[in-house]
């Protein structure tokens, strides 16, 4: 089992099935590298949803404050 983890947190395993004969070290290494590229793809993935949400939030924000400006331009 490799643990797949990102920066402070676990974000699940890569099991493969025990007791295969032949296994090497390189084998070994390889799913390490692969479990690694998994949590960077995840981390990625959080990272994308995260800025998406903060994007729309702002742009959001920035439509209630046009519209705020233009209702208070119309009550002048």
Known sequence: MVILWSKDRVLGG???AAGLPGIL?????LLIAVG???SNAIDRSVLY??????YENLRRTQ???LHSEKMAASAN
């Open 14 to 16: 890569l099991v493969v």
């Open 25 to 29: 070290a390189a084998d070994i290494n």
């Open 36 to 38: 690694s590229q998994i």
């Open 49 to 54: 949803e995260e800025t998406r949400q903060a």
């Open 63 to 65: 439509e209630q404050l």
